[in-house]
């Protein structure tokens, strides 16, 4: 079967997240979103863990329904937890999203991590200890638990950021590198800006919403092919098995927070040759620039722009429907506008967000929103759209183009 699947969320236990992050309502968007197979997130929260245990009951191998649900929406058992330890004389900041098969092994897990800091004020813990110890502490509690590096590019917490990350996964995982079998190119980097280092090339790419509210559900996500089984979705992650897993949906990465580098409080945002130009300071206050995730793929690639290198899963750049709306109405995506339209299509008919963006045919949409937003639709899958990108915790600001599409058809006859 098809599955769709976003498995790195935030519960309403983290910092800044919404107070709705609970596994109904998770569960409830999870549905409006078009999402088959969702993370729990923050799994190592005692409270947390204690009304998952309450309202999730085994469903197929691996995976939970929650009670009393309507509709057919799974849960995986997964968390993020933040390792912020000294390594060669600097400070390293590296986010880990885990994904365990049982409460018991979930049990194993959180036993082993109260023993370095306490697991109960945040959802998404912190620790002091090395991420490689990490990988050790996990695969001991069940060698089916998978360790993924979260947001690999973000700088300032991830495996490979420019201020706080290493140059290389082994670098990071040492002996322990040999569990890590895919990252997670958050929303500033995309699969082919990954491609661009030969030295993931044995690794997986995986796309998560990392969500801390409801609607940001599935603003990324994985499309897998396989039997609905915890471990069916990690063995099609840890083989790259084109077969079973079938694409991923991602932001266009320009839209990222931190694709570009720059200075927020100066309004200064830089492409990484522009930074070179100014030596890495900020042009108007001298102040150091936020290096982004362009720039350190740059850094470390081997590869040209645009080589594609063997065996690589495909993918599909979306913008979210209420972005859509908002820049074809010209107006705000929070705007009651908005909500209106968005509310009468997917929740009020039941066709679920990612139908409607990744594959309804044209006609079908037409049934289901204005002409204008049709087309809008329409021209963000053929990647018409111009960006300015983000940079330095600063959202890249998309438009879709005012010119008049080609359809492959017209261009032919
Ligand atoms: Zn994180
Ligand atoms: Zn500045």
Redesign the pocket.
């Known amino acids: 079967m098809k599955i769709v699947a976003d498995l790195h969320v935030h519960s309403k236990f983290s910092r800044a997240t919404s107070r709705d992050m609970d596994a109904g309502t998770i569960a409830l968007w999870a549905g409006h979103k078009g999402i088959d197979l969702v993370g729990t997130g923050d799994f190592t929260h005692p409270e947390y863990l204690k009304e998952l245990k309450k309202i999730l009951r085994p469903s197929a191998d691996g995976l939970f329904t929650p009670r009393g649900a309507k509709g057919g929406v799974h849960f995986m058992l997964t968390t993020e937890v933040s390792n912020i330890y000294s390594y060669k004389g600097r400070t390293r900041r590296i986010h880990n999203v885990l994904l365990a098969p049982s409460f018991e092994a979930v049990d194993r897990i959180n036993r082993a991590l109260s023993r370095f800091g306490r697991l109960d004020y945040d959802g998404r813990p912190m620790f002091g200890f090395n991420a490689k110890d990490l990988v050790k502490l996990v695969m001991d509690a069940s060698p089916l638990c998978m360790v993924i590096p979260a947001h690999a590019w973000t700088p300032w917490y991830s495996v490979f950021g420019s201020n706080s990350g290493f140059d290389s996964i082994e670098e990071c995982f040492e002996e322990q590198a040999v569990h890590i079998h895919a990252i997670e190119t958050g929303l500033s980097s995309d699969p082919p800006m990954n491609w661009r280092l030969d030295a993931l090339d044995r690794i997986t790419l995986v796309s998560n919403s990392d969500a801390h509210s409801p609607e940001k559900l599935g603003r990324e996500a994985n499309v897998f092919e396989c039997d609905m089984r915890y471990e069916d979705i990690v063995s099609a992650i840890k083989t790259k098995d084109r077969g079973r897993f079938l694409s991923t949906i991602e932001f266009f990465p320009e839209e990222g927070k931190y694709h570009f580098d720059g200075?927020r409080?100066?309004k200064?945002r830089l492409s990484p040759q522009q930074t070179g130009q100014h030596d890495g300071t900020?042009?108007?206050?001298?102040?150091p620039?936020t290096i982004g995730v362009l720039n350190r793929v740059e850094r470390l690639a081997t590869r040209r722009e645009g080589a594609v290198p063997e065996n690589v899963i495909p993918f599909k750049h979306l913008i979210p429907l209420k972005e859509i709306m908002a820049d074809v109405l010209s107006t705000g995506a929070g705007t009651v506008k908005v909500d209106r339209l968005y509310t009468e299509a997917v929740i009020e008919r039941g066709v679920p967000e990612l139908d409607i963006l990744v594959d309804m045919p044209e006609k079908e949409l037409r049934r289901l929103l204005p002409e204008g937003i049709v087309q809008g639709v329409m021209k963000v899958r053929d990647g018409m759209v111009d960006i300015e990108p983000g940079y330095d915790g600063e959202y890249g600001r998309i438009s879709i183009r005012r010119d008049a599409r080609q359809s492959p058809q017209q261009t032919l006859f």
Do not use: K, R
Request: proline share 9%; hydrophobic share 25%.
């Open positions: 200075h409080n100066c200064v900020c042009p108007v206050c001298g102040g620039l």
